[in-house]
């Protein structure tokens, strides 16, 4: 994989350039003081797209406002009608997103380095201070299990798998149907069980193999003026639609968590389902594609920190939700809602900014270069800088 250092004594042959690592998602470590300039293209590890920066700043403003709604869409109809029509494609638009900046990954060592240090190791570490924070605070014996993720931590495990099999879908003819084939499969059976929270990583599984296949110009077709008009109706239509299933739809189809009989419904509806939702998803990740800012936004910079702002704002709405914030009378109103709704997006905001990652990066992004061995080909190439630069 790698050329061979030339021995002492032997002709020196220039050594090949090191390569950029693979960008990932949520939260790729491209430098923030990288000159902030428009590429002409979308080049994962090259430079920074703004319109994907903006588009997971939104996603996971997105996430944390529906996470907010939880202990109070219960009293709203209108509020669960919105909670249910953002469920159906945040996490779509996220993990579409998640695929595409996965494309370049192989298993090169560099890249199975990052996929350590930037999804194992904060997987570890929040699955284990999110029982050690809920026992700190209500005074429970909540088990620590690596396993079993918790609540927000499925992510993480879900993405460590997909990105492993990402050779495997470069290699398959039809990478998207077989991936939608073990979707609709996994809706059909219960016993797959809770380790690693294997249903959301089966169900989700088409929207990263999407990902996977998609090309920049693919982006390029939902920014069309004409997209975003249509997007409006169509949006309209689907807060129409989400308000009359409130009291005909089980939410927890949009969780993809739980298999059909789980849900109570006959198995051949977890197929159906399946179709369904993927079908509305990616219809409604479109519109939300086609408003997102293509320009330089106050907020692009915050893109980059979304792994962040998704890791930690979790502790803030457990935090109200263990304190009992959320059952306050006023809060159930349209204005207390209202008011949920901007907190949550402020507070996952600070959550993406710089100093908040300075903080926080030994957990998400350490660098652990004790953890692994040396690449032979990389201390080469250190070796021969300084001789070069003395002319040997």
């Not at 990932?24 to 990288?34: H, I, L, N, W, Y």
């Not at 560099?110 to 209500?138: H, M």
């Not at 998207?176 to 084939?181: D, E, I, S, T």
């Amino acid at each position: 994989m790698f050329d061979a250092a030339s021995s002492p004594g032997q002709n020196r042959r220039p050594l090949p350039p090191a390569q950029q690592p693979a960008d990932g998602v949520p939260a790729p470590r491209t430098p923030t003081s990288a000159p902030e300039t428009q590429p002409k293209a979308d080049r994962p590890g090259k430079q920074r797209d703004s319109f994907f920066d903006n588009a997971k700043y939104l996603a996971i403003v997105l996430v944390a406002m529906g996470h907010s709604w939880e202990p109070l869409k219960g009293d709203s109809r209108i509020l669960e009608g919105v909670y249910t029509v953002v469920y159906a494609f945040h996490m779509p638009a996220f993990i579409i997103i998640s695929g595409f900046f996965s494309r370049s990954f192989d298993m090169r060592p560099d890249r199975l380095k990052r996929l350590i240090t930037g999804v194992v190791v904060p997987y570890v570490l929040f699955e284990t201070a999110y029982p050690l924070f809920k026992n700190a605070v209500t005074g429970a014996h909540e088990e620590i299990s690596l396993l079993d993720p918790w609540y927000l931590t499925w992510f993480l495990a879900a993405l460590f798998v997909w990105r492993l099999t990402t050779p495997v879908w470069k290699l398959v003819r039809w990478p998207l149907p077989v991936a939608l084939g073990i979707a609709m499969l996994a809706t059909v059976s219960p016993n797959i069980g809770d380790d690693l929270d294997l249903q959301r990583v089966l169900q989700f599984l088409p929207y990263f193999v999407l990902g996977l296949c998609m090309k920049p110009e693919h982006f390029h077709l939902v920014r069309r003026r004409w997209v975003r008009i249509v997007s409006v109706p169509v949006f309209a239509v689907a807060l129409a639609v989400g308000w009359w299933a409130v009291p005909r739809m089980a939410t927890g189809w949009f969780y993809h968590r739980d298999s059909a009989q789980e849900l109570g419904a006959p198995w051949w509806c977890g197929p159906v389902m399946t179709l369904a939702l993927m079908g509305c998803s990616l219809a409604l990740t479109a519109c939300f594609f086609a408003w997102v800012p293509r320009r330089r936004m106050w907020f692009t910079a915050l893109g980059a920190g979304t792994l962040y702002g998704y890791l930690l704002h979790g502790f803030l709405v457990k935090f109200g939700d263990y304190r009992g914030w959320f059952e306050h009378a006023w809060l159930h109103r349209p204005l207390g809602e209202i008011l949920v709704t901007v907190l949550a997006a402020a507070a996952v905001t600070v959550l993406c900014t710089g100093p908040v990652r300075r903080v926080f990066r030994f957990a998400m992004e350490p660098r652990m270069e004790w953890a692994f061995r040396q690449d032979a080909a990389a201390l080469a190439r250190e070796r021969q800088k300084p001789r070069e630069t003395a002319g040997v």
